[in-house]
């Protein structure tokens, strides 16, 4: 099963037609730790892939003012085997969609990041690690049967919508809307801030508000969200609070994140973090994650890892 999947992949990215194809780019990143990890029952050692992956996107032009798109993107385990060493799920599914884009925006079907998911942009300083969002709020999404729209830029602001098609007589259709300002990467503003809204997405309703803002060697951030299950079983509101401070090729981060529950299960999170960067593509890192869970056992963590992109 490993090999069929493998050639799968292989078989999509170098049957490509290159020359047929006005941009192609090829892309991935490998993120992988060590660390050790307590979930409760006692400390154990593993290595870990964070998030790591395989794409290739691009566009071919139809005419002056309209283009198709695409992207199909995989992650891949590149460290979890079983007693045998063998590894059958190591290829898994992540953005991956067709479209079209032209002064109207960007509208692509197929497996998309909510809008929700994106307008986050890049304030959570411990993506894909332990101490990741995901873990403590509802709305990280990626799902399949998805139109996603795109705006383009109009004096700095943008607006994102996500449609998901329940494909089940019984379930309803989720809707997913946020309307961004700024640029995620800070350096085309000073400010990103955002402001979203999921409806009957994977069982939730969400409302969430974020902001970052670069101050000189320091960046800040902050998030709020209220959450509650559609059937009414859980209901949730909380925030995030993070700061990274750059000295040369070095960056210290500190993340704290809270969600107080109606029935009292509480949960928490504070995550502390250096990075290092080797080259524009390369960094080591460090981290420590530790979660503080009412109703739940305490889990600690904490990693050394290397991530390459190319």
């Excluded at 892939?49 to 794409?55: C, I």
């Excluded at 949730?236 to 809270?258: E, I, P, R």
Aim: hydrophobic share 35%; aromatic share 10%.
């Amino acid at each position: 099963m490993k090999f069929v999947k493998s050639s799968l992949c292989l078989a999509l990215l170098s049957g490509l037609s290159f020359n047929a194809l006005a941009d192609v780019d090829i892309y991935g990143k490998a993120n992988v730790t060590v660390q050790s990890s307590d979930d409760g029952e006692g400390s154990f050692t593993e290595i870990k892939s964070n998030a790591s992956r395989l794409g290739v996107k691009g566009f071919e032009k139809i005419n002056d003012s309209l283009e198709a798109v695409y992207k199909f993107e995989f992650q891949v385990d590149v460290s979890d085997a079983d007693s045998k060493g063998d590894n059958d799920d190591n290829i898994s599914a992540r953005n991956q969609y067709v479209g079209l884009k032209g002064a109207f925006g960007q509208v692509v079907i197929g497996r998309n990041d909510t809008a929700l998911k994106q307008s986050q942009g890049k304030l959570d300083l411990f993506n894909d690690l332990e101490g990741d969002i995901k873990n403590v709020f509802k709305g990280e999404n990626r799902l399949g049967n998805t139109v996603s729209y795109s705006s383009n830029s109009y004096e700095g602001f943008k607006v994102l919508a996500t449609f998901v098609a329940e494909d089940d007589v019984d379930a309803d259709n989720g809707y997913s809307m946020a309307v961004t300002y700024g640029d995620v990467a800070l350096k085309k503003s000073a400010v990103y801030a955002s402001i979203a809204a999921d409806s009957e997405v994977n069982g939730y309703d969400v409302v969430r508000a974020s902001i970052q803002g670069k101050i000189e060697n320091f960046k800040l951030g902050a998030m709020y969200q209220t959450q509650e299950a559609v059937d009414g079983s859980a209901e949730a509101d909380g925030y995030l609070l993070n700061a990274a401070y750059s000295m040369g090729n070095n960056t210290f981060k500190v993340q704290y994140q809270d969600m107080d529950f109606d029935d009292s299960d509480d949960k928490s999170a504070i995550s502390v973090g250096l990075d290092h960067k080797l080259n524009k593509n390369i960094k080591v890192f460090g981290f420590y994650s530790s979660f503080d869970m009412d109703n739940n056992v305490d889990q600690d963590y904490v990693g050394l890892g290397m991530e390459y992109k190319f």
